[in-house]
């Protein structure tokens, strides 16, 4: 199991190559909007990491996946939703209290 962080350019790279395969570096980097250079290097970087092979032709390199168990780390949809915290009136209620027990210490008492 390959572990990868969801927000790198090879993760981005990786979901596509998992949408649809066989497909080249032009396809890819107008699926992830990333430049075609930006593209090859991230290919060239996940060859050596023995991810994928490449087939290399004078205009094109087409991208062939060696594994397919990878693993994205990093936060869901859902956990990037902010948590709404209801107000009410125990909120209400503790702050007047914490108002006015400001100086109600253990030295004033």
Do not use: N, P, S
């Given at each position: 199991m390959v572990l990868v962080i969801a927000?790198?350019?090879?993760?981005?790279?990786?979901k596509v190559l998992l949408e649809r395969y066989p497909i080249d570096d032009i396809e890819i980097s107008e699926r992830t909007g990333m430049e075609r250079r930006e593209i090859r290097r991230t290919?060239?970087?996940?060859?050596?990491?023995?991810?994928v092979t490449l087939d290399r032709l004078p205009d094109r390199?087409?991208?062939?996946?060696?594994?397919a168990d990878f693993l994205f780390l990093g936060k869901d949809e859902t956990q990037?939703?902010?948590v709404?915290?209801?107000k009410?009136?125990?909120?209400?209620?503790?702050?007047?209290?914490?108002?006015?027990?400001?100086?109600?210490?253990?030295?004033?008492?």
């Open positions: 927000t790198t350019k090879e993760a981005m790279v990786l290919l060239i970087g996940m060859e050596g990491r023995g991810w390199m087409f991208v062939k996946l060696i594994r990037r939703k902010a709404k915290h209801k009410g009136k125990k909120d209400k209620v503790t702050r007047e209290k914490l108002k006015h027990d400001q100086h109600d210490d253990i030295m004033y008492a």
